[in-house]
């Protein structure tokens, strides 16, 4: 007899007045829930096949989490706070010493920058409480990765225009830039792990559970695209203009090869064109052949060491971005084929 969460049993169905089957609850799980004698219940018919069966009625669960700095080892805080956050808590309580409260709110500080919608609630002696503004089944996922697109095709595009001589201020703010798509690459896994935990969060969204998940994929792979357009920019402002390279030739010539490819692959998160998404696949993998070629070349000449070090690293940056590119193409495909699977039951 299943009496609490995680229990299992056998219950045989009952046939009534000659044309309905019915099936017995079990009492706790009806108590649990506050229901009555009359009470609905709805019943989904899931595609593996099982029932799922939700008291009408529902009251939101919140989740909450305890943090003490005397149990976190020293400098581990954001971590943990990050932790919670990705987690899907909704109020994060954290308790400390008096001594340590500068340091504690200078980390809730730079937790608050890398997160979305986690303000301070309430101060007490020794005790700040955070509590999520935002509900995760809100803001849809898709929405997230144009806005973490946009910020990271702006950013190339004002690297390329800053190699043509336009003011290398133009992409001074590149750090902020890459910050706003962590933020928004944590989001969509916070999203994604309480979307597989509340299957009332994944339908708000719009997502069945493993699209939630292949939807955090592809927010990883556009967050590992920004590191590497990060690192173009700072090496751009540290050598501060003085090594000039020509946007006609490698490695320059593949960004808008790169800029059509990711761009196709976006708009392929709605329109699934499996055509579309290999070509832009194949393109990205001739880039990346061309990029490892002409670094392989670039220490035959006689060009000064300063100069070929920054080409390389700006090449081998480009060639990150086609390969991450390709992974999140690959991850469409996935997407893609699930969609396309038929399920059939096999008899014995």
């Known amino acids: ?73 020293e400098g581990a805080l954001l971590d943990h706070l990050m932790g919670a956050y990705l987690s899907g808590t909704d109020r994060i309580i954290l308790r400390f010493s008096e001594d340590e ?6 980390v809730i500080r730079i937790f608050q920058r890398s997160t979305r919608g986690f303000e301070i609630e309430d101060e007490a002696m020794n005790k700040i409480t955070l509590i999520s503004l935002i509900n995760a089944g809100e803001l849809p996922m898709r929405s997230s ?27 001074e ?82 960004i808008p090869i790169w800029q059509e490819a990711i761009r196709t692959l976006m708009i392929n998160i709605r329109t699934k064109d499996p055509v579309e998404i290999e070509s832009a696949r194949i393109s990205l993998k001739t880039a990346q052949d061309l990029l490892e070629l002409h670094e392989r070349g670039l220490w035959s000449g006689r060009k000064n060491a300063p100069k070929l070090l920054f080409e390389d690293h700006i090449s081998e940056s480009i060639r990150r971005l086609c390969a991450y590119s390709r992974d999140f193409g690959e991850t469409l495909l996935n997407m893609l084929t699930h969609e396309m699977m038929v399920t059939e039951r096999i008899h014995d």
């Open 173 to 254: 703010d590149y750090e902020e830039r890459e910050r706003e798509i962590d933020s928004l690459r944590f989001l969509i896994e916070r999203q994604a792990g309480i979307a597989l935990d509340s299957y009332k969060v994944a339908e708000r969204l719009n997502l069945g559970r493993r699209q939630a998940v292949e939807y955090a994929n592809l927010a990883r792979s556009l967050e590992r695209m920004a590191d590497h357009a990060r690192q173009m920019a700072m090496l751009i402002i540290e050598d501060n203009g003085q090594t000039k390279l020509s946007i006609e030739n490698a490695p320059l010539n593949q």
């Open 1 to 73: 007899m299943a009496k609490q969460a995680g229990d299992k049993d056998v219950r045989k169905l009952q046939l009534t007045g000659g044309a309905t089957y019915t099936l017995s609850l079990p009492k706790g799980w009806v108590a649990s829930h506050g229901l009555e004698s009359r009470d609905g219940v709805q019943i989904d018919w899931r595609p593996s096949g099982a029932l799922r069966l939700t008291p009408l009625d529902t009251i939101e669960d919140s989740k909450r989490i305890t943090l003490s700095t005397s149990s976190i080892p």
């Open 101 to 106: 409260e500068r340091a504690i709110k200078r």
């Open 145 to 171: 990765l144009n806005q973490m697109f946009m910020q990271l095709n702006s950013l190339m595009r004002d690297i390329l225009e800053v190699f043509t001589a336009e003011d290398i201020d133009l992409i």
